[in-house]
């Protein structure tokens, strides 16, 4: 997984709650920052940023939950789009 990813969604997420102390680890919706608006931006951050497409089967909360779990998810769908190419 690249750390550069997990720091660049970390970053984007501070940025918008830069009172929240949030490790790559830490559940974003649990501690209560993450609304269904503020879900969808991190999708399009996550699609913009990072040149991928999220599908609606991937469009689930688990691969949101956490920078690390979000950071997997680009890694995964930029292997598929090498794989398809």
Same mark, same amino acid.
């Given at each position: ?31 209560? #920052? ?6 969808? &931006? !991190? @999708? ?7 040149? /991928?497409? %999220? ?8 691969? #949101? ?6 950071? &997997? !998810? @680009? ?7 090498? /794989?398809? %190419?």
């Amino acid at each position: 997984m690249s750390q550069h990813v997990q720091d660049q969604i970390l970053a984007f997420i501070r940025s918008r709650f830069p009172q929240a102390e949030i490790s790559d680890t830490e559940d974003i919706f649990q501690i209560g #920052f993450v609304n269904s608006l503020f879900a969808m &931006e !991190l @999708v399009m951050f996550v699609e913009k940023t990072f040149g /991928v497409t %999220v599908p609606n089967d991937e469009l689930r909360m688990d691969n #949101f939950r956490t920078a690390k779990s979000m950071a &997997e !998810l @680009v890694d995964r769908l930029s292997a598929a789009s090498v /794989v398809e %190419v």
